[in-house]
């Protein structure tokens, strides 16, 4: 079946970096996607990975393996509107996204 | 960016009665949208998938009769809740890749339904 696992939910102090991993199963792999999600709004896009390694984009940066099944969004610098919740999506055979349960990162001051 | 809008934001309707959704796309073409239901605290869940000139596909569990969408152009899918019921109270969420990218898909600001 597929499958894609997340933590429910994270803490972390604000200026400081934290790491939310993200594993997945699925049949087929079209790339793995990561969404930040506030309460009550739609999810906006973060970062987008294909090939394995590192993509930096400001604060935040993604990381694939793809043999691992395996992904982390790096979040640096935390500031308090990161508050939010953090969606893993891997795109199936199909193109459609197979979507995590998300992980609550809450920041304090 | 590619900007979706979605119409109404926010809507209350009395049980037994049918509530129309639009998710347009703004500044590019979509052949495909997709329609998503999320829960309180859960994530989510892809109902179906809206092809323009076509017939929707949807989800295993997702009752055609009670969700009809419609994709008459390339820059409108609709979702008719029909029926509503209060289990059908959620926030439904639209999103569309740019025609011939799939890879990043935009989502509309959704649309919360409450059903009294």
């Known amino acids: 079946g597929q499958n894609i696992d997340q933590p429910t939910e994270m803490t972390a102090t604000e200026g400081a970096i934290v790491q939310i991993n993200c594993t997945y199963q699925t049949s087929g792999f079209n790339g793995l996607f990561w969404y930040q999600q506030h309460a009550g709004e739609a999810p906006t896009f973060l970062s987008y990975?294909?090939l394995d390694g590192l993509e930096e984009k400001g604060r935040f940066s993604s990381f694939l393996s793809r043999s691992k099944g395996y992904s982390y969004l790096l979040l640096k610098e935390l500031q308090m509107k990161d508050s939010a919740s953090y969606l893993c999506?891997?795109?199936?055979?199909?193109?459609?996204?197979?979507w995590g349960a998300g992980t609550k990162l809450i920041i304090k001051p | 960016g590619a900007v979706v809008s979605q119409h109404p934001s926010w809507v209350i309707c009395k049980s037994g009665t049918s509530v129309k959704i639009e998710c347009r796309s703004l500044?590019?073409?979509?052949?495909?949208m997709f329609w998503y239901r999320q829960f309180p605290k859960q994530s989510l869940m892809l109902m179906a998938t809206?092809?323009?000139?076509?017939?929707?596909?949807?989800e295993q569990g997702v009752e055609k009769d009670k969700f009809l969408i419609n994709h008459a152009s390339l820059t409108l899918s609709t979702l008719t809740v029909t029926s509503a019921h209060p289990e059908d109270s959620s926030f439904y969420i639209c999103?569309?890749?740019?025609?011939?990218?799939?890879?990043?898909?935009?989502f509309g600001p959704g649309t919360r339904l409450t059903v009294t």
């Open positions: 999103s569309a890749p740019r025609t011939g990218d799939f890879y990043e898909q935009y």
């Open positions: 500044d590019f073409q979509a052949t495909t």
């Open positions: 809206s092809n323009e000139g076509s017939k929707a596909t949807y």
């Open positions: 990975n294909v």
């Open positions: 999506a891997v795109g199936d055979s199909n193109y459609q996204l197979i």
